[in-house]
């Protein structure tokens, strides 16, 4: 691996997380000019705003046919998100889980969860089974928004506190566009230098893409999560970071996942397949379960996630499990 390749993966890694904080900014600004609703800001602005690099990334490595990638960044990035970033939140603050609050999206996540293990395991995401999850996606938002308008509901409270906690947003409408126009061309370039690298360092040591997308891409395209989930913790407002990592799972799997595979069709590697989207829907269940029964994400528990997600990472590397 030479010193360009290098150069390149460091650079993609800075013009994601640039560029992705840039276009949550201008977003939210845009938006709350325009008069759009906090909620519709929490639960959509913001979801695609830190979930960009995610789309950027996937659709690059689909038309570049590294399907590992593609795929790979998508399934690493949740466990990164549920495992990584959630463990790392907690063990700043623990976090108390309203359940009322996130029930919805929760379990939205699972079935989202569950329809993609099954769509991986049969070898293709197609277009119909692409569209299918962005539909999804459409109605889950337009049902919550009506279901808020009707009467306010705990988890329409907690989008609009998603809303609340970006602070330091350019005011004006054409300081906004420029956040937004900059950021979508720092995410663009960023993930071209990064599945770029990332292929050539892959292919330089043997290593499959999809390990490569699993880790190294998916870490890095989850990088805005991560900075807006720790912010949170760090605020004390542990259930706007829980809200932030399911949220922003559920939106890599129906709206990222599901619109590059509609413009482009992704197959799934054997491995991921048969190894990698199984401990993804493990870790869904696993995270889920203390949500679902309204316990505390504790810091022991969210040192236990980070573990996991380093024991991930190290199968990963180690090679301990081969296609």
């Known amino acids: 691996m030479d010193w360009l390749t290098i150069i390149k993966l460091a650079a993609g890694f800075v013009l994601l997380f640039a560029g992705g904080e840039v276009l949550v900014r201008g977003s939210v600004s845009l938006a709350r000019r325009l008069e759009?609703?906090?909620?519709l800001i929490g639960a959509t602005v913001i979801a695609f705003g830190t979930s960009a690099p995610e789309l950027v990334v996937s659709l690059k490595a689909a038309?570049?046919?590294?399907?590992?990638?593609a795929l790979g960044n998508i399934v690493g990035s949740n466990i990164a998100n549920l495992l990584m970033i959630l463990g790392m939140a907690a063990l700043l603050a623990p976090v108390i889980v309203n359940r009322r609050a996130v029930l919805?999206?929760?379990?939205?996540?699972?079935?989202?969860?569950?329809?993609?293990?099954?769509?991986?395991?049969?070898?293709?995401?197609?277009?119909?089974?692409?569209?299918?999850?962005?539909?999804?996606?459409?109605?889950?938002?337009?049902?919550?928004?009506?279901?808020e308008r009707r009467r306010a509901t705990p988890s329409g409270e907690l989008h609009a506190k998603e809303e609340a906690e970006l602070q330091d947003v350019p005011h004006s409408i054409s300081t906004a566009m420029i956040f937004v126009v900059a950021g979508l061309?720092?995410?663009?370039?960023?993930?071209?230098?990064?599945v770029e690298a990332a292929v050539v360092v892959a292919?330089?040591?043997g290593m499959s893409e999809a390990v490569i997308g699993l880790t190294v891409v998916a870490v890095g395209s989850s990088l805005p999560e991560l900075a807006t989930t720790i912010v949170a913790a760090y605020r004390k407002h542990a259930d706007v970071a829980l809200g932030n990592v399911i949220g922003s799972s559920l939106?890599?799997?129906?709206?990222?996942?599901?619109?590059?595979?509609?413009?482009?069709?992704?197959?799934?590697?054997?491995?991921?397949?048969?190894?990698?989207?199984?401990?993804?829907?493990?870790?869904?269940?696993?995270?889920?379960?203390?949500?679902?029964?309204?316990?505390?994400?504790?810091?022991?528990?969210?040192?236990?996630f980070v573990l996991l997600y380093g024991g991930f990472i190290a199968v990963q590397y180690l090679g301990f499990i081969k296609p």
């Open 203 to 205: 292919r330089g040591i």
């Open 63 to 69: 038309f570049d046919d590294a399907m590992g990638i």
């Open 251 to 304: 939106f890599n799997i129906l709206g990222i996942l599901g619109l590059v595979s509609v413009i482009h069709p992704i197959s799934a590697p054997r491995e991921i397949a048969d190894f990698d989207i199984w401990i993804m829907l493990g870790v869904t269940a696993l995270v889920l379960a203390p949500v679902f029964a309204g316990m505390r994400i504790t810091r022991p528990v969210g040192g236990f």
């Open 185 to 194: 061309a720092s995410v663009a370039f960023g993930a071209h230098l990064l």
């Open 36 to 39: 759009v609703s906090p909620f």
């Open 104 to 147: 919805r999206d929760s379990l939205a996540l699972a079935a989202a969860s569950l329809l993609l293990t099954v769509f991986v395991t049969l070898g293709e995401i197609t277009r119909w089974q692409g569209g299918l999850m962005f539909v999804l996606l459409v109605v889950l938002i337009v049902y919550s928004y009506w279901s």
